[in-house]
């Protein structure tokens, strides 16, 4: 009888390693979706900053352009030339400032008093975003 006790016993040897073994098997891939799942909200949220930086930098310029009617031609400006206005170049800087690899270009319709502003950014190893308002001021 003592025999097949001690059998019994030595048939489960080794049987908690094996669960233990299981358990952190599952605990490490838990770890590494939650790494994962933080590094995917890191980059959610940088994009959704910039997004709200690029919307507040266009709002601001037209408050300003609001603000200066009388030189509304002088915002004008181009992807490949930049703002020489002293205000739209200070405006062009924070630009420059607030978002990676940005870009900044004006249309101005004096005439009309339409007004477009299209900022253009791109977050290291991230797609090129564009960002564009348009409004009139009369």
């Known amino acids: 009888m003592k025999k ?6 030595g ?4 049987s908690v390693l094996m669960e ?4 952190m098997l599952i605990f490490s891939t838990g770890l590494l979706a939650l790494a994962g799942l933080l590094a995917s909200m890191t980059r959610a949220q940088t994009d959704a900053k910039l997004r709200a ?6 709002a601001e310029v037209i408050g300003i352009m609001t603000a200066d009617r009388g030189n509304l031609a002088q ?8 703002c020489s206005y002293s205000r739209c170049a200070e405006w062009a800087a924070k630009v420059k400032s607030a978002l990676p ?7 101005v319709d004096t005439a009309t008093g339409r007004v477009e502003v299209s900022l253009t950014w791109a977050a290291p190893g991230a797609e ?6 348009q409004t009139s001021i009369n």
Do not use: C, F, K, W
């Open 20 to 23: 233990v073994l299981a358990s």
């Open 101 to 107: 690899a940005a870009s900044a270009q004006t249309t």
């Open 128 to 133: 090129v975003h564009r960002y564009a308002n």
């Open 11 to 14: 048939e489960q040897r080794g």
């Open 75 to 82: 915002y004008q400006t181009a992807p490949s030339t930049p």
């Open 53 to 58: 930086d690029a919307a507040n930098l266009t």
């Open 4 to 9: 097949a006790i001690q059998r019994r016993r």
